[in-house]
């Protein structure tokens, strides 16, 4: 990795982090509403594991998506426009923030009803596999998620049928206000789950931007070379509530103090600096050109047109 | 009489039901540490214990359908769903089990379980967020399905629901959560499949449950304008449905007005539709009227689904075509 490498890793991290404040504070003006489910936290595992990613390769996610989206490199504007709810939107405003697509990028959603995603995520790989095609797919999902039967019949399927899928679990350790203290039955990594179906597990410091890309990428290869699918699971953790609408009050203040130590957003140009990898000044320099990045992506997102009405009927068939 | 919300109501039903009766108990996502994504349950947890107050895990079909096998084996769970969109994932349980069990056991097993779901869009939640899937639920037979439209109604009908030894779909508007209403402060309960006239009338029958009622008020205020007289029914129960009482009203106004917050295509008011024409088909001075959701996926944008939903023009230019009123 060499110094452009490492800004670049920075500056999807804090494009991520910028987006998310100001997708809540656009949400309390009223601009964005339903839900909302920022990723602020977690930047390191979108961009650490997408970095190791090829443009042939699909992500299929969940709901809390944007992290996901941005390091894949949807646009910033069409992004900001869709939880608008305006016509220039990635999702021409329909999808709203928890369903983002764009299939020119290979970025197959943004899927709300947990678990969902995941079968739907084998049926990308099983297409690659069907045509002999080499490209992975990546699949995102919560601590959560790993309670719902599609979890686990997917597993299964993939690892019967050597899928070449990457279960990307995303244990920030709540789902919800449910710690996952309370929905591990043997009080043991998820790892174990993949194991009983014959496939193959790594956990990774979700924190580390640098450590989330290598692993991704040994994994990714791996996997793209036939030999079936993989889980990784990346311990992270959410700054803020679970949606827009969660006080989080089942947990300590304590224990997201201890988490917020390891915020990559901070920790990670820090490093940079310190290992003489790039200067103080190039840092700001990647800090502007983000901040104007988001200035002009609110403000397109503002200055868009909302849908047309006929759009309403629009898109149900093809 | 007291005046409270409808998640009041819905927090002393369920609190009342715990306290009286040892095999109750509530189970689903979030109820406990959490208080409920609507907060109905908020505090119980604390009061009641883990026990009674039971946090699942995101395993709808399957605390679906342990819910289904406890109250076979003689408990009454009241199972949470933090939405009726969930329900999905767990509908083989709650139609091929909780429905079919009885009947195709000859009788032996009953599944006296309520199943409570927040229904219905307006939040700006999406396609996955905003179905109202009761009104498919009435198409299953050994189901019951009740939608409650204020506070009184949320209680009495939660009462009985409770009691009744079927299972029951308790599908509660999502933004109705907040409307306040009079709630007697003595014990009373709501038969499940018995509608009420909300307001008499003469020229038109009005016919709406859950957050179409508003709308309908509205609507009936817009018909006084133009010295039309609008009786109001509310459902309250969709299955069994009160065709009694929707067809004595009929008969007397002659004309009908049936409003689906759910998607137009086949809903719950279709099925009315044809029993109104089947029964008082000779009484009719019109076509029987009928609005909906537009029958597209529910979409984001704000100014799409307001126009996806229902309205009070809508109706009224739906009333004036079809009746000339
Ligand atoms: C089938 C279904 N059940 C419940 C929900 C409501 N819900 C949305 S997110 C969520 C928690 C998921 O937690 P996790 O998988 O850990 O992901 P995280 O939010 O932590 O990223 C719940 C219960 C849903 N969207 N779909
Ligand atoms: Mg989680």
Same mark, same amino acid.
């Given at each position: 990795?060499?110094?452009?490498?490492?800004?670049?890793?920075?500056?999807?991290?804090?494009?991520?982090?910028?987006?998310?404040?100001?997708?809540?504070?656009?949400?309390?003006?009223?601009?964005?509403?339903?839900?909302?489910?920022?990723?602020?936290?977690?930047?390191?595992?979108?961009?650490?594991?997408?970095?190791?990613?090829?443009?042939?390769?699909?992500?299929?996610?969940?709901?809390?998506?944007?992290?996901?989206? /941005?390091?894949?490199?949807?646009?910033?504007?069409?992004? %900001? +426009? !869709?939880?608008? $709810?305006?016509?220039?939107?990635?999702?021409? #405003?329909?999808?709203?923030?928890?369903?983002?697509?764009?299939?020119?990028?290979?970025?197959?959603?943004?899927?709300?009803?947990?678990?969902?995603?995941?079968?739907?995520?084998?049926?990308?790989?099983?297409?690659?596999?069907?045509?002999?095609?080499?490209?992975?797919?990546?699949?995102?999902?919560?601590?959560?998620?790993?309670?719902?039967?599609?979890?686990?019949?997917?597993?299964?399927?993939?690892?019967?049928?050597?899928?070449?899928?990457?279960?990307?679990?995303?244990?920030?350790?709540?789902?919800?206000?449910?710690?996952?203290?309370? /929905?591990?039955?043997?009080?043991?990594?998820?790892?174990? %789950? +993949? !194991?009983?179906? $014959?496939?193959?597990?790594?956990?990774?410091? #979700?924190?580390?931007?640098?450590?989330?890309?290598?692993?991704?990428?040994?994994?990714?290869?791996?996997?793209?070379?036939?030999?079936?699918?993989?889980?990784?699971?990346?311990?992270?953790?959410?700054?803020?509530?679970?949606?827009?609408?969660?006080?989080?009050?089942?947990?300590?203040?304590?224990?997201?103090?201890?988490?917020?130590?390891?915020?990559?957003?901070?920790?990670?140009?820090?490093?940079?600096?310190?290992?003489?990898?790039?200067?103080?000044?190039?840092?700001?320099?990647?800090?502007?050109?983000?901040?104007?990045?988001?200035?002009?992506?609110?403000?397109?997102?503002?200055?868009?047109?909302?849908?047309?009405?006929?759009?309403?009927?629009?898109?149900?068939?093809? | 009489?007291?005046?409270?919300?409808?998640?009041?109501?819905?927090?002393?039903?369920?609190?009342?039901?715990?306290?009286?009766?040892?095999?109750?108990?509530?189970?689903?996502?979030?109820?406990?540490?959490?208080?409920?994504?609507?907060?109905?349950?908020?505090?119980?947890?604390?009061?009641?214990?883990?026990?009674?107050?039971?946090?699942?895990?995101?395993?709808?079909?399957?605390?679906?359908?342990?819910?289904?096998?406890?109250?076979?084996?003689?408990?009454?769970?009241?199972?949470?769903?933090?939405?009726?969109?969930?329900?999905?994932?767990?509908?083989?349980?709650?139609?091929?089990?909780?429905?079919?069990?009885?009947?195709?056991?000859?009788?032996?097993?009953?599944?006296?379980?309520?199943?409570?779901?927040?229904?219905?869009?307006?939040?700006?939640?999406?396609?996955?967020?905003?179905?109202?899937?009761?009104?498919?639920?009435?198409?299953?037979?050994?189901?019951?399905?009740?939608?409650?439209?204020?506070?009184?109604?949320?209680?009495?009908?939660?009462?009985?629901?409770?009691?009744?030894?079927?299972?029951?779909?308790?599908?509660?508007?999502?933004?109705?959560?907040?409307?306040?209403?009079?709630?007697?402060?003595?014990?009373?309960?709501?038969?499940?499949?018995?509608?009420?006239?909300?307001?008499?009338?003469?020229?038109?029958?009005?016919?709406?449950?859950?957050?179409?009622?508003?709308?309908?008020?509205?609507?009936?205020?817009?018909?006084?304008?133009?010295?039309?007289?609008?009786?109001?029914?509310?459902?309250?129960?969709?299955?069994?449905?009160?065709?009694?009482?929707?067809?004595?009203?009929?008969?007397?106004?002659?004309?009908?007005?049936?409003?689906?917050?759910?998607?137009?295509?086949?809903?719950?008011?279709?099925?009315?539709?044809?029993?109104?024409?089947?029964?008082?088909?000779?009484?009719?001075?019109?076509?029987?009227?009928?609005?909906?959701?537009?029958?597209?996926?529910?979409?984001?944008?704000?100014?799409?689904?307001?126009?996806?939903?229902?309205?009070?023009?809508?109706?009224?230019?739906?009333?004036?075509?079809?009746?000339?009123?």
């Amino acid at each position: 990795m060499n110094k452009e490498d490492h800004l670049d890793l920075y500056r999807k991290m804090y494009l991520i982090r910028l987006f998310e404040e100001s997708c809540g504070e656009n949400y309390s003006k009223g601009f964005i509403r339903g839900f909302l489910h920022l990723y602020i936290g977690q930047e390191a595992v979108a961009v650490g594991s997408i970095d190791s990613l090829e443009e042939k390769d699909y992500i299929v996610t969940h709901y809390r998506d944007h992290g996901h989206a /941005i390091a894949r490199g949807l646009s910033t504007n069409g992004l %900001m +426009a !869709e939880l608008f $709810g305006k016509e220039t939107g990635v999702s021409k #405003g329909k999808g709203g923030s928890m369903h983002l697509f764009d299939s020119e990028k290979n970025f197959m959603g943004g899927h709300a009803i947990v678990g969902a995603q995941m079968p739907l995520a084998a049926g990308f790989a099983l297409a690659s596999q069907y045509r002999k095609e080499d490209s992975v797919t990546m699949v995102y999902f919560g601590d959560g998620a790993t309670n719902q039967g599609t979890f686990h019949e997917t597993m299964n399927l993939a690892s019967v049928w050597k899928l070449p899928i990457v279960f990307f679990l995303e244990n920030n350790f709540y789902g919800m206000g449910t710690s996952v203290e309370r /929905i591990r039955s043997n009080g043991k990594s998820f790892s174990n %789950m +993949a !194991e009983g179906y $014959g496939i193959p597990s790594t956990i990774v410091d #979700g924190m580390d931007v640098i450590a989330v890309k290598e692993t991704t990428k040994e994994v990714v290869d791996k996997v793209r070379s036939g030999n079936g699918p993989a889980l990784i699971e990346a311990t992270t953790f959410r700054f803020q509530g679970h949606s827009m609408a969660d006080p989080a009050k089942y947990r300590e203040s304590s224990e997201v103090d201890e988490w917020r130590k390891k915020d990559p957003v901070e920790s990670f140009p820090e490093y940079i600096i310190s290992s003489n990898i790039a200067s103080k000044e190039e840092i700001e320099d990647v800090k502007k050109s983000v901040e104007d990045e988001m200035n002009a992506a609110v403000k397109f997102a503002t200055e868009s047109n909302e849908p047309d009405l006929e759009s309403l009927s629009k898109d149900v068939y093809l | 009489m007291a005046e409270i919300t409808l998640r009041q109501a819905l927090q002393k039903g369920l609190s009342e039901a715990i306290e009286n009766d040892p095999d109750v108990f509530i189970m689903g996502e979030d109820i406990g540490a959490y208080g409920g994504a609507y907060a109905i349950t908020s505090g119980f947890l604390e009061k009641y214990g883990p026990d009674r107050i039971k946090d699942t895990p995101i395993s709808e079909a399957g605390f679906i359908g342990a819910g289904i096998g406890s109250a076979a084996a003689g408990l009454k769970p009241i199972v949470e769903l933090m939405s009726i969109s969930f329900s999905l994932v767990g509908f083989d349980q709650i139609v091929n089990m909780a429905a079919n069990i009885r009947y195709m056991s000859g009788g032996q097993i009953n599944v006296p379980m309520v199943i409570r779901a927040p229904t219905g869009a307006g939040m700006q939640l999406g396609a996955t967020h905003s179905q109202s899937f009761e009104t498919w639920l009435c198409e299953v037979p050994g189901l019951k399905v009740v939608a409650p439209s204020n506070p009184k109604d949320a209680l009495g009908l939660l009462r009985s629901s409770i009691k009744d030894p079927n299972p029951v779909i308790f599908a509660e508007s999502a933004g109705l959560y907040g409307t306040k209403g009079e709630v007697s402060e003595e014990y009373y309960e709501i038969e499940i499949g018995k509608a009420e006239i909300k307001q008499e009338g003469t020229d038109i029958t009005l016919i709406s449950y859950g957050h179409g009622i508003p709308m309908i008020n509205k609507v009936s205020e817009e018909l006084a304008k133009k010295n039309v007289s609008s009786e109001i029914i509310d459902l309250r129960s969709l299955s069994p449905i009160d065709y009694d009482l929707i067809n004595n009203s009929v008969q007397k106004t002659g004309r009908a007005l049936l409003l689906d917050t759910a998607r137009k295509n086949g809903g719950v008011m279709a099925e009315i539709a044809t029993n109104i024409n089947e029964d008082s088909g000779d009484y009719l001075d019109g076509p029987i009227l009928r609005v909906g959701s537009e029958d597209v996926p529910w979409p984001y944008n704000r100014k799409l689904e307001q126009h996806a939903m229902s309205s009070v023009p809508k109706i009224m230019n739906k009333i004036e075509q079809g009746y000339s009123l």
